[in-house]
């Protein structure tokens, strides 16, 4: 399989600003020559991210765009990603402001994507069990229920630390993407997943260290877990229709509604029934018994033999070896 030449290679970095002028000049200092441009989006930073980048750093691969409001960091990445399609950079990555990412990691996660492995690479703080014990206990459990929820949702069942923004994208996957589509604020990277799971698109986890300062996080756990999850059920209920239903039809698809039926009725046919016999002060009979049961785990395997099929059925060959060309999503009106 031909890979794409590194050194003639035109890779973008975005790196979204708001309240990072403690850090966002180490972190630009730190990209490698590999790297052709830096788009610094200041995001209705009220630190002024974007007059302080202009005013202290010459790199001249360095853009500053700016958002006249806060809009999220989904929106920053909407308008980075954007302008690196404008300027045609094959692989852009992402890399927060903040200091929690090493930027001498880049190409590690821009070689996958140039050897035709990925359209996707996403960081993963969960390799090294060491780094992990260093990880704020808060995050350990918030990052395992998002990352279960994600895989729900988006289909990879493959990956972890969905949350993680130390990203790289394919520009044919990105040109791809309903970019204005995509959530705009803390649920971006998330619906990033979704949305590639729909392309077919292929996503790989790279280790990296967690790496933890003297930033301060505007992510409240308290106020965002009910809109993920409705998100999470949102997403789910489309990415189902659209795989199993929509886009082709398969066992799997008769599968899931049997098994969820079967499941609802013999748990709500035993336990109407075993209320009932209680109340009466009389046995349940055998028959009401066996049937409930029968259709409880007819229902359950049913489900389960869904959700094997649907774990094996994570995207296995990149878009970049599909030789075709397709008018970008993202660009048109």
């Known amino acids: 399989m031909p890979t794409e030449d590194p050194t003639e290679s035109r890779i973008a970095v975005v790196i979204p600003c708001y309240r990072v002028t403690r850090h966002v000049l180490s972190i630009i200092a730190a990209i490698g020559p590999e790297c052709r441009r830096i788009f610094a989006i200041d995001d209705g930073c009220p630190d002024k991210s974007g007059d302080f980048i202009e005013t202290k750093c010459s790199d001249p691969r360095v853009i500053v765009v700016r958002h006249e409001k806060n809009l999220g960091v989904g929106a920053a990445m909407i308008t980075g990603y954007l302008s690196a399609l404008h300027e045609g950079h094959d692989v852009v990555v992402k890399i927060d402001g903040d200091g929690q990412m090493d930027p001498s990691l880049l190409m590690d996660f821009v070689a996958p994507i ?4 990925a359209d996707y690479t996403k960081g993963n703080r969960f390799y090294d069990i060491e780094t992990v014990r260093g990880m704020p206990r808060i995050r350990l459990i918030g990052n395992a229920f998002l990352s279960f929820m994600t895989k729900l949702s988006s289909g990879y069942w ?4 969905p949350t993680n923004g130390y990203t790289a994208i394919h520009h044919n996957a ?43 996080s505007s992510l409240r756990i308290s106020r965002i877990i009910g809109e993920f999850f409705f998100k999470h059920l949102r997403n789910l209920g489309k990415r189902i229709f659209y795989n199993y239903y929509l886009r082709d039809v398969s066992v799997a698809s008769f599968e899931l509604p049997a098994g ?5 009725f013999g748990v709500t046919f035993g336990s109407w029934h075993w209320f009932d016999s209680a109340r009466a002060g009389i046995a349940t009979p055998v028959g009401t018994v066996m049937l409930s049961a029968l259709s409880s785990l007819m229902g359950l395997q049913l489900f389960l033999a869904f959700l094997a099929y649907d774990i094996s059925s994570v995207p296995r060959r990149a878009l970049s070896q599909f030789q075709r060309s397709r008018a970008p999503i993202a660009l048109r009106e």
Request: proline residues 4%.
């Open 114 to 117: 140039l050897n035709r492995d």
């Open 260 to 264: 969820l039926l079967l499941m609802f």
């Open 174 to 216: 990105l040109s791809q993407l309903p970019l204005k589509k995509l959530s705009k604020r803390y649920f971006f990277e998330t619906d990033m997943l979704f949305r590639l799971n729909m392309l077919r698109a292929v996503v790989v986890d790279i280790p990296m260290m967690a790496r933890y300062g003297d930033e301060v």
């Open 158 to 161: 493959d990956i972890f630390d």
